[in-house]
């Protein structure tokens, strides 16, 4: 008896001591020993940023999505618009690569064009991440939709839409020597191949050009007013595809098939209407996150540029009627920029 009131004792002893001690142990906090040299990583770095071009959902979007993410931490930015012009673009790049921004953010208009510059800008200690639209040269990191899966899923869902008719489509591409649109195009021929009953009349280049892409539609479909499906490469210029086809009277009957950054105007608004029949949406909103994410990575990381290789692949979310009156399967420009 005596052992076990002793021991007893002990413990009330032991609690009463851990109670004592317990506030004083909360009060001390454990200093985070990384936040600190991140914050000085990004603080007053500049971002400089090269578009094909502003002024349309993907690259507003984009940068909405970046300024909102990294502002924040001190992060500068340089926007340099090319406004379609090629050999502007190049200029700019050349320009900021003496500038030495910390980070560059390159939308390539082809695959050629600055793949020589973008390895200069690596090797002069400036990181490339390229949006979208990638180079023959494999810079840091690549942010974009996979084309190919883009070019499957939407000749895919033609080739369904076209069972027990005409088995006629048309493919409107946009600028051939563009890496979204030649990445796309063996996407197309991959289904194709396992489909020979399907007769391609027309595959042409619109140039990411609304007006054109109406005014091939519009022949297209006067010598084949049969046509069950078309596969374009983009909802910006397919909004002039759409218009034809409706011109027509062909709405609901020829398939009509997309991608395009998923704002709501250019997304679901269109799809409710049945302007489109399937639009894939890469998630502009998501995108620029990723963006953000890359450049805190690589700008805290403390690698060299070009010593590191990485890809981030956009899920696709695949717009239709069914979900074009979803809260969640478009984005407004207006609401990112707030």
Partial sequence: ??????????????????????????????????????????????????????????????????????????????????????????????????????????????????????QRAENEGIYVIQINMGSAYRSSAFVGANWIEIGERDTDAVVKSCQGKSNKIAIV????????????????????????????????????????AKAITQTVLK?????????????????????????????????????GGGERKGACELVKSGAFDLNLSYDVPTQAADLAAMIKWLLSSGAKAGSVKGSAYTTLVPITKENADSATACWNLSDLKK
């Fill in 173 to 212: 591409q946009g600028a051939l020597s563009a890496a979204a649109s030649a990445y796309t195009l063996k996407g197309v021929e991959n289904v194709l191949a396992k489909h020979p009953e399907i007769k391609v009349v027309s595959s042409q280049a619109a140039d990411w050009d609304a007006a054109k």
């Fill in 1 to 118: 008896m005596k052992r076990v009131v002793s021991s007893a004792k002990v413990i009330v002893a032991a609690l009463g001591l851990a109670a004592i001690a317990a506030p004083a142990l909360a009060q001390q906090g454990l200093d985070e020993p990384f936040q600190k040299p991140f914050k000085e990583a990004l603080a007053g770095k500049t971002v400089a940023y090269v578009p094909v071009a502003m002024n349309f959902d993907l690259t507003e979007g984009w940068y909405a999505g970046m300024k909102k993410e990294l502002e924040p931490y001190g992060v500068k930015f340089e926007i340099r618009d090319p406004n379609w012009n090629t050999n502007a673009g190049a200029q700019a790049v050349t320009s900021l690569i003496s500038e030495k921004p910390a980070v560059m953010i390159i939308h390539n208009p082809d695959v050629q064009t600055y793949a020589k510059l973008l």
């Fill in 223 to 259: 010598q084949n007013p049969d046509l069950c499906g078309i596969v374009g490469f983009w909802d910006g210029m397919d909004i002039g595809t759409a218009a034809a086809v409706k011109e027509a009277g062909l709405t609901g009957k020829v398939f009509v098939a997309t991608s």
